[in-house]
């Protein structure tokens, strides 16, 4: 039906375009200049006309279409009129239309994943921030408890010998032996603390030299024998024989690592109860390792399994610190971090009855 009607109309243009050329031939004949001349003037308004109606209803047509969101419909100029060489070239405004707005929408969503990215990274540093004021905040405060306690100690045996409330020559010689081992308390604290800052700000210089293992292991027992048999307990060292026979040696600063071990044992000697056994071993090593690991176990009562990561954090007092496993909670995170320094790794296995083991690497000699 429509096909027909467009046949009916191109005929009745065509009719009409002959009639008038028939017409304007005529006027012409017989004279008629100006009426030749109006009708041929009509006759190119009317092509004109249409063309251009033609071309105004398919530009409204294809901007009504992309009003609502559909691109498939295409836009023809028969002339373009960008200045090109390329006599085959079509210019497709909605094409290039179509282009910029996937392009524009494609800047869009990649801004919106910026945003999004940026946004996550704030909060994630806001969140590590605030932790970190509130570990600052909480390492000031322990830091002030365990500074104030032995201060208010010997501010108070002190007070008392001034005030004339001890004046027996004994008790004087008692309070004095008292005011003497909070001051070693007190100095070994700010020792402590002024260590592990150096240590995590890596600002120190180790003296790295080589010694074998069973060297180091006679040593720190020789060492702390009488400190571990004082506390009612047994300290045992053993090798394997595979590391003997390999004669391994390992490079490390031999101070520090007894400083080390001295936190490892006296740890192990706080979780322990009288009667208990504290070992220092070390694990086979090849000829072709590159690290040697060292160990410290013990039998004491253990801990749980989800506390063993925080074991070697700042302060870490367990769930309830009782007066014996209580201490100032630097010794296992020194340990860390000057084993971290050799270029090490150090980490923990405890169950609850079953003990403690804390393991630690040291690299091998070249």
Known sequence: MTTKTGRHKRLMLLFIA??????????IYRGAYWLAAVLMLLLLCSIFARALLKIYSRVLTCMFELSRGSFDREIFASVDPRPSHDDNSHYQPADLLLTRLNEQQAFNQELTAMNQRLEKLVKERTVALEQANMARRQLLANISHDLRTPLTSIQGYVEAMLDGVIIDPEEKTKYLNLIYTKALVLNRLIKELFDLSHLEARQVSLKLRSVT?????SQVCEKYQEDVKM???NLMATTKPEVQQSEVKLTA???????????LIFNSIRHTPPGGTI???????AATDDSITLT???SGEGIQQEQVPFIFDRYYQGTQPSDKTKNSGLGLNI?????????????AESQPGAGMAIYFTLPVAN
């Open 231 to 233: 506390a009612g307990l």
């Open 279 to 285: 070992q220092l071993s070390l694990l086979p090593v």
């Open 335 to 347: 340990a860390k971090e000057i084993i971290a320094a050799h270029g090490g790794h150090i980490w």
């Open 213 to 217: 293992p069973e060297e180091l292991i």
């Open 253 to 263: 600063d031999t101070d520090y690592i007894e400083r080390v071990y001295a936190n």
């Open 18 to 27: 002959a009639s008038g050329l028939v017409t304007v031939a005529w006027s």
């Open 296 to 298: 410290v176990r013990d």
